[in-house]
C-alpha cells in the first residue's frame, strides 16, 4: 500500500515525524520546531496548489452542456480548484505561523535578557566606584599624576 510520499522526492512524512519527536527544553528546540512546521507549511502550499491546478484543468475538460461550448465545465473547474487553493494559502500560513512564533520568543525572551545584560555591563564601572583591574582609574585612586590627587 502506497502513502502517496513514494517516488515524488518529498520528505513530508519524515519532516511531521522529526515536528513530533521535539521536546520543548532550550530555545534551540524552538528554533528548530519554527524551521520544519515553515518547511511542512511550503511543502503543503506547493502540493495542494499543484494538486488544485490539476484538478481544475482536468474538470475545464468534462463535456457540459452543447450550447454553452464547454464554458460551464470551465468555470466550475476553477470553483472546485478554487477551495484548494484556499486550502493552499492556509497551509503556506501555517508554515509562516512557526517563524512568527520563533520572532515574537526573541522579541520577548531573548532581546530583554541580551539588553539587560549589556546595562550590568555598562552600568559595572559607573556604579561601584573604587576597586578595579586592567582598567584606567576612574576617579580619585591611582599612582600620583595619574589623574587622581597629586601626593
Same mark, same amino acid.
Given at each position: ?32 520546531? !519554527?524551521?520544519?512546521?515553515? !518547511? ?49 494559502? !492556509? !497551509? ?60
Amino acid at each position: 500500500m502506497s502513502t502517496g510520499d513514494d517516488g515524488v522526492g518529498s520528505n513530508l512524512g519524515q519532516l511531521i515525524k522529526m515536528l513530533d519527536a521535539i521536546e520543548f527544553k532550550t530555545d534551540r528546540d524552538l528554533y528548530t520546531y !519554527a524551521k520544519i512546521l515553515r !518547511a511542512i507549511g511550503m511543502e503543503l502550499h506547493l502540493r495542494v496548489g499543484m494538486d488544485a491546478d490539476l484538478i481544475s484543468a482536468i474538470l475545464s475538460q468534462y463535456k457540459g452542456k452543447w450550447y454553452t461550448f464547454g464554458l460551464q465545465s470551465k468555470i466550475r473547474g476553477k470553483l472546485v480548484g478554487y477551495h484548494l487553493h484556499v486550502g493552499a494559502n !492556509a !497551509a503556506k500560513v501555517l508554515g509562516l505561523s512557526g517563524v512568527k512564533m520563533y520572532a515574537s520568543f526573541v522579541k520577548h525572551f531573548i532581546k530583554p535578557e541580551q539588553e539587560a545584560e549589556a546595562e550590568s555591563r555598562q552600568g559595572k564601572g559607573k556604579s561601584k566606584p573604587g576597586f578595579s583591574i586592567g582598567d584606567r582609574p576612574s576617579d580619585g585612586a591611582g599612582k600620583p599624576g595619574e589623574g587622581g590627587r597629586a601626593a
